[in-house]
């Protein structure tokens, strides 16, 4: 019968699909094993030091702060429980999830648009997650995002047209996740809401509930994050940290500079992904002359919105803030290859359908991979940190870290003057300042003197055994019109410590690490260079009162 014979043929392209979507996420891990190694960045220390702390049992912002959402913590928590408290695990973490992405990513295309739709969807989102100009070899809360917004996705779609309350409270769950885990994830609730909206029946009540269901999931992870905040009592720096001092780093760039690093990151971006994205255009040029992609459009032009919005937070624009533009994009780039191959002389020629699918598909997304080939296949993990982060002392802090680890006790406190969070992560130890980015104290904001103070302050308090000194202008983005009192301070403060170590990075190849007497005479011969110090130690008895 003609039914059966289309549902084995709907079944036979669904096995074909399946099988290309694991060649992908085969030919994905490939890649990121060989980069597991690459040592953390600033972001990813940050997380790894948070989730170090929630596994000792301290809950955020009582022992570091920063002004994201803590659910990125607990995923790095989760991931350093289950896998290790190395970078590699921590990447292992982030290959998972970027493995799930790749899956939900078909499953959404494929819904919103068709198998074929799916696959091109699922292998555009790889490919461009692999993109080293999206420093997508890092974990960033970006990647950990996309996975509930994805599930949401999934879930508000799956019940449009019958709308059952409690599925819809649980796809808003997922979208409040997403906003759980950094607060630009918040944005895709709109997506989450406008469906659960017209997707229930045309009746007002019946709408309000749907639409009311939704808000409320979409609420519950935030309200239970504020009641576990109130019961660890950590609420007041919770709230300082996520919405004050967040809404003053996200209001602080003029437009003007917002357009100026729109423009600077696009123009780092595109060299190598432009033929990506010249197919995600045609998709989305497809709307004008296609009545099929016309019909499909509404939900993939509202993920487009969200993406937008989201990447645009704060008009900074840095490069992994586009991560959360790829849903959209790649559905796009289905929606074009889709668009193509149903044309009329397609249809009466499946061979060439097929062709010109796996050429639309193929074309753009392995031009990219070629022209990134020496980050992706050739260079090591120390090569590729220096290709993508320039001289930032990311190798350098692991040595630092096991240099402090094996010449302290659990119970000794060490404290960084800088920028370097992977440091604390690396060392295994509490700092005695809660402030792991100096960033807020050179920003203009009204909290940054009181900041310094409270830096001062918590250092002098903890009095800690060692104390490293970042002297790198990418570990404080100094401005003209920053208060330097913490760098005066720093001055007097240490010469209650003596210089033990010295690391002055001379050129992306050559780093010279000096430590002990060595260290205390050295000069060093760049501005890029980071200082160990140990606290003197109290002079014996009968040396204070030998005459």
Known sequence: MPGGSRGRESGRALLQAWIVVALILAGVAMVRLRLVDLPLDRDEGEYAYFGQLLLQGIPPYAGAYNFKMPGIYVVYAAILAALGQTPTAIHVGLLIANAIAIVLMFLVGRRLIGTLGGVVAGAAYATLTLSPRLLSSSAYAEHFVVVPVLLGVLSVTRASGRPRLAALFGAGALFGAAFVVKQSGGVFALFGLLCALTGAPSHLRRRLAAGTAFVVGALAPYVALCLLMLLAGTFGSFWFWTFTYAYHYGTGEPLAQGVKNLWTALGLILPTCYLAVALSALGLSAVAWDPVTRSRFAPVGLLLLCGVTATSAGLYFRHQYFILLLPAVTLLAGLAVDAVTRRPAMRAAPTLRAAVAIALTAVPLLHLVYLERAILFIGTPRQVGRALYGMNPFPE????????????????????????????????????????????????????????????????????????????????????????????????????????????????????YLWGEAAAAYTPATDRWIAVYERRRAPAANERTRP
């Open 397 to 512: 802090a692991v040595e630092i870290g096991k240099y402090l680890k094996d010449r302290t006790s659990v119970e000794d406190r060490i404290a960084v003057v800088g920028s370097e969070p992977e440091i604390y992560f690396y060392a295994q130890r509490r700092g005695a300042t809660g402030y792991v980015y100096t960033y807020p104290l050179m920003d203009p904001h009204p909290y940054a003197v009181r900041m310094q103070q409270e830096m001062i302050r918590e250092i002098e308090a903890g009095d800690p055994r060692f104390v490293v000194y970042v002297r790198f202008w990418y570990s404080w983005l100094v401005r003209p019109e920053s208060d330097q009192a913490i760098f005066r301070w720093f001055d007097e403060y240490q010469k209650r410590f003596e210089r033990v170590g010295v690391v002055d990075i001379l050129s992306p190849g050559q780093t010279r």
